[in-house]
């Protein structure tokens, strides 16, 4: 079983960068896949999720209306377009599988999630 994300970078305020999560190993399936982030000196945090049995997307309050998550499911992968960026955004941004039951008010819990990939530095500077 393996996360790999990818994606992060150095951009300015205002600019846009799009995350990509690559699942692979998942013979038995995963049941939603989140990405989550953390700051320096912050605890990690969800950003935004989506499931696989209706689709059902999950945002932070403090990304909606300019984060978008997507999948693919012929490449296994999940996309967090991430527009109209703030320094605040900057952190190292992980991607997460669930192999549980998850309902939608606990799809940005880290504790739902099994399984994690290396994470991706997104810088933004002002």
């Known amino acids: 079983v393996q996360l790999q994300a990818s994606g992060g970078g150095l951009v300015q305020t205002g600019g846009s960068l799009r995350l990509s999560c690559l699942a692979s190993g998942f013979t038995l399936g995963y049941t939603a896949i989140g990405w989550f982030r953390q700051a320096p000196g912050k605890e990690r945090e969800g950003v935004s999720s989506?499931?696989?049995?209706?689709?059902?997307?999950k945002y932070d309050e403090s990304v909606k209306g300019r984060f978008t998550i997507s999948r693919d499911n012929a490449k296994n992968a999940v996309y967090l377009q991430m527009n109209s960026l703030k320094p605040e955004d900057t952190a190292v941004y992980f991607c997460a599988a669930s192999r549980s039951g998850i309902i939608s008010s606990a799809m940005l819990n880290s504790d739902m999630y099994n399984y994690w990939g290396q994470g991706t530095l997104v810088t933004v500077s002002s």
């Open positions: 989506i499931r696989n049995r209706d689709r059902s997307t």
